[in-house]
């Protein structure tokens, strides 16, 4: 008798359980409970409205979470397609870099080929000037190269006087507003100087530039001279 009373209890008591959390699953979901049958279950129960309000939260969150899992198969099913699209840009990719490397593997070969060519032709070029046997050509370019390195370092010394020149009359001029008086003439007459010195420096220029550009195609057309056998 007693075993079976106890098993009784045990059993009503896993009912009043059962009904307790169905019941805070009701009102997880929103459904509308009576009253008076939530009071009957808390005192059936042995429970609290506190705990039964932490029960209705605690299936609200697991309602939450269970919304979250049951998203994951599309999400599985848009993964695998991301992987499968992904993989056919791959292939594409491979695709593309294959005939681009089989395009470009003779073009490749010939281009140092060409380079090959060019650099003999170079050593052949270098050969020829220095074999060549006659002495008034050589004589000749010697003149005009060492008056085109004369010229040039014409052009860099008055490039040079030129702005050494702009930037003392930047500073003459500066110097004046400062001092005025008496010296501010001084310095503006320093600031005029200094200026045209740079205006004759620069107007000397396109003249030697014209000059270099004849000599250096002279130069140009002696070498060929001296390369022909």
Request: proline letters at 3%; one cysteine or more; a neutral charge.
């Amino acid at each position: 008798m007693l075993t079976e009373l106890l098993s009784e209890l045990e059993t009503r008591k896993k009912g009043r359980e059962a009904d307790f959390w169905a019941t805070a699953r009701k009102l997880a979901a929103g459904e509308k409970v009576a009253p008076a049958a939530v009071e009957r279950l808390l005192a059936d129960s042995g429970r609290t409205p506190a705990d039964l309000k932490a029960a209705v939260e605690l299936m609200q969150q697991r309602r939450q979470w269970s919304d979250v899992v049951a998203g994951t198969a599309a999400l599985e099913q848009e993964r695998t397609a991301m992987h499968e699209r992904i993989a056919a840009e791959d292939r594409k990719l491979a695709q593309a870099e294959q005939a681009h490397a089989d395009a470009t593997l003779p073009l490749q070969a010939r281009l140092q080929a060409i380079q090959a060519a060019l650099r003999e032709a170079g050593d052949a070029r270098r050969r020829l000037m220095d074999t060549c046997p006659y002495a008034d050509l050589k004589a000749e370019l010697g003149d005009v190269v060492r008056r085109i390195a004369e010229l040039r370092t014409r052009v860099f010394e008055l490039h040079r006087t030129a702005r050494e020149c702009e930037t003392k009359a930047k500073s003459d001029l500066t110097q004046a507003q400062c001092d005025g008086g008496r010296f501010e003439a001084i310095w503006r007459e320093r600031a005029e100087r200094n200026h045209r010195a740079a205006e004759q420096a620069k107007a000397e220029l396109p003249g030697l530039e014209r000059e270099i550009a004849k000599l250096e195609h002279d130069e140009a057309a002696l070498r060929e001279q001296m390369v022909n056998p």
